[in-house]
C-alpha cells in the first residue's frame, strides 16, 4: 500500500497523510512519520519538513479519492456483500460468512467481529474500519484467492463514506430502530444515512429487505427493486410459521409458491429475521434453497448473540442488546420461551446517546419479572449519573441497582431459580469494559463460566 494514516506504522517509501480525527491531529506526528521511512506528506497546511509536502483542503478526501483511483478496479474483483440496519448487522454477516463457506465459497468476514478469512481472525477498531484498512484488507484477500466478503456496514461508515470506491453485489437491510442520535440528531437523519448503502449497489445487484420493517420501502423505492422478507404472504419470502425453544428455532417459509421447513440452533423471532436474511442473501447468490437449509445445521451464532450457558438449574442468556429496540425484542422474545421467570442485567454506556437511558430502563423493568440495573462502559461520565437517568423512566420496584458489573453477574446467577431465564445484555462479545479511558478486561460469558467452574463441580 502506497499510503498510510498512522504515523507509527509508516515503512519506507510511503506516503503519509495526515489526517486531522476528532481526538488525534495527524499533523502533529508528521516528523515522526518522516523518521519511519515516509517520502512525502499530504497535509491540510503548509509544514516545514525535509520531504515533498503537498497541501490539500481535506487530506481525508485527499485519500478516499486516491484510494479508489488506484485500488478500487482490483478490490471490486471481490463480490462484495453489505449488511446495514441498526441490529442483526453482525449476526447476519457472520452467519452468511460462514454459509458460504460451507458452501465452498471462499469468503471473508469484517464487522463487529472483527477480520476473519480462513486463518486470519484480527480485531478492528469499529464496525466497518476506517477507508485504508478496508482498502488493506480486500487488497490481502484478493491476493489471498479469497471470492467473497460480506461486511456489516454501518451508519457511520455510510456518512464518513469509509467504503467509497466499492460496488455492492448485495446490500442488506435489517431494520431501522434509535440509536446513535447523538450522531445523527433526528431519525430522519439516520435513515438517510442508511439510505447511502444503495449508492454503492451494482445495478444488476441484489437488494434484501425486511419487508416488515416501514422502512424497507424507502430502500426499495431508491433501487427501485428489492427482495423482501417477512410474516406477510406479498413477500418474496414468506415466513408462514415458527416453532421457537431455547434450543432451537423451526422456521415455515414460502418462496415461489413452494413451502420450506428449516431448523436452525438460533433461537427467538428476531432470529428468525435474522436467518431468513441470510437464506435470501445466499439464494440471490445462485445457491438453491435446499442446499442452503441442508447447510443450516452447522452454523453457529457469533459470540454474544443469544449466547446461551445451563447454569444454577436456570439459563444465563448473554446478548448483545444495547439499544431500546434491542432490549425489547430480546426480553420480550424470552417471556414468550419462559416457563418461569425472566431477570435481567441491562445498563447505558457513558458518553454515548443519553435519551435512550430512561427509555431502556422502562423497557427492562414493565418486561422483566426481576431487573438488576448496571454498569455497561461508563467511560468518562460517572456511573451514578449514567444511573439517574436510567432511573428516570422506572415506574415499577422489581429492580435493584449494582453498579458493579461482576457482581451484579453473580448476584444474577445466584438468584436463579429452576427455568429461571437471566439475560445479560449490552456487552455481548466484548472482552472489556471501559472506565475513564482505559479498557479493563470483562467478559460476560466468562464471569458465568467462572462462576460454573466455582460453583457446579462435578
Known amino acids: 500500500m502506497k499510503y498510510e494514516i498512522d504515523s507509527r506504522k509508516v515503512k519506507k517509501g510511503q506516503i503519509f497523510v495526515a489526517i486531522k480525527g476528532h481526538t488525534v491531529d495527524g499533523h502533529d506526528y508528521i516528523t515522526d512519520a518522516i523518521n519511519n ?7 491540510e497546511k503548509e ?5 515533498p509536502v503537498e497541501v490539500v483542503p481535506s487530506t481525508e478526501e485527499y485519500l ?31 452467519l452468511t460468512y460462514q454459509l458460504l463457506n460451507l458452501l465452498n465459497e471462499k469468503t471473508a468476514y469484517i464487522g463487529t467481529l472483527g477480520f476473519k478469512y480462513q486463518d486470519i481472525d484480527i480485531e478492528t477498531d469499529n464496525t466497518t474500519p476506517n477507508i485504508l484498512t478496508i482498502y488493506n484488507i480486500l487488497l490481502e484477500l484478493v491476493e489471498k484467492k479469497c471470492q467473497t466478503v460480506v461486511m456489516e456496514i454501518s451508519s457511520h461508515a455510510l456518512s464518513y463514506e469509509r467504503i467509497f470506491g466499492l460496488h455492492l453485489d448485495v446490500a442488506a437491510f435489517t431494520n431501522l430502530t434509535e440509536d446513535h442520535l447523538d450522531y445523527h440528531k433526528t431519525m430522519e437523519n439516520y435513515l438517510n444515512a442508511k439510505l447511502k448503502i444503495i449508492d454503492y449497489l451494482l445495478p444488476d445487484g441484489n437488494l434484501i429487505v425486511n419487508g416488515d420493517d416501514e422502512a424497507s420501502q424507502k430502500f426499495i423505492d431508491k433501487f427501485h427493486k428489492g427482495l423482501t422478507l417477512g410474516f406477510n404472504n406479498a413477500f418474496d419470502y414468506y415466513i408462514k410459521d415458527t416453532e421457537i425453544t431455547p434450543a ?4 415455515k417459509f414460502v418462496y415461489n409458491n413452494k413451502e420450506h421447513e428449516v431448523t436452525t440452533n438460533l433461537t427467538s423471532k428476531f432470529n428468525v429475521y435474522n436467518y431468513m436474511t441470510v437464506l435470501a442473501i445466499t439464494h440471490s447468490m445462485g445457491y438453491n434453497i435446499e442446499e442452503i437449509i441442508t447447510k443450516t445445521k452447522s452454523l453457529k451464532a457469533p459470540k454474544g448473540r443469544c449466547e446461551t450457558h445451563k447454569v444454577n438449574n436456570g439459563y444465563a442468556v448473554i446478548d448483545y442488546a444495547h439499544t431500546p429496540d434491542a432490549v425489547e425484542k430480546v426480553v420480550k422474545a424470552y417471556n414468550e420461551l419462559k416457563t418461569n421467570r425472566v431477570i435481567t442485567i441491562v445498563g447505558c454506556g457513558g458518553d454515548r446517546d443519553p435519551i435512550k437511558r430512561p427509555i431502556m430502563g422502562k423497557i427492562a423493568t414493565e ?32 429492580y435493584e441497582v449494582e453498579l458493579d458489573r461482576k457482581t451484579a453477574i453473580k448476584k444474577g446467577i445466584e438468584m436463579l431459580k429452576p427455568e429461571d431465564i437471566l439475560l445479560i445484555l449490552g456487552k455481548g462479545h466484548e472482552d472489556y469494559q471501559i472506565i475513564g479511558r482505559t479498557k479493563i478486561h470483562l467478559d460476560d460469558a466468562e464471569e458465568v463460566e467462572n462462576w460454573i467452574k466455582e460453583h457446579e463441580k462435578i
Open 37 to 43: 521511512g515516509a517520502i512525502k506528506i499530504i497535509a
Open 47 to 51: 509544514v516545514n519538513c525535509s520531504v
Open 64 to 94: 478516499k479519492h486516491a484510494l479508489a483511483k488506484e485500488y478500487a478496479d482490483k478490490v471490486n474483483q471481490l463480490k462484495i456483500i453489505g449488511i446495514t440496519g441498526t441490529n442483526g448487522k453482525t449476526t447476519i454477516a457472520y
Open 248 to 251: 432451537e428455532t423451526k422456521i
Open 367 to 398: 418486561l422483566s419479572d426481576y431487573v438488576i440495573l448496571t454498569s455497561d462502559n461508563p467511560r468518562t461520565e460517572d456511573p451514578k449519573k449514567i444511573m439517574d437517568d436510567i432511573l428516570k423512566g422506572v415506574t415499577t420496584n422489581n
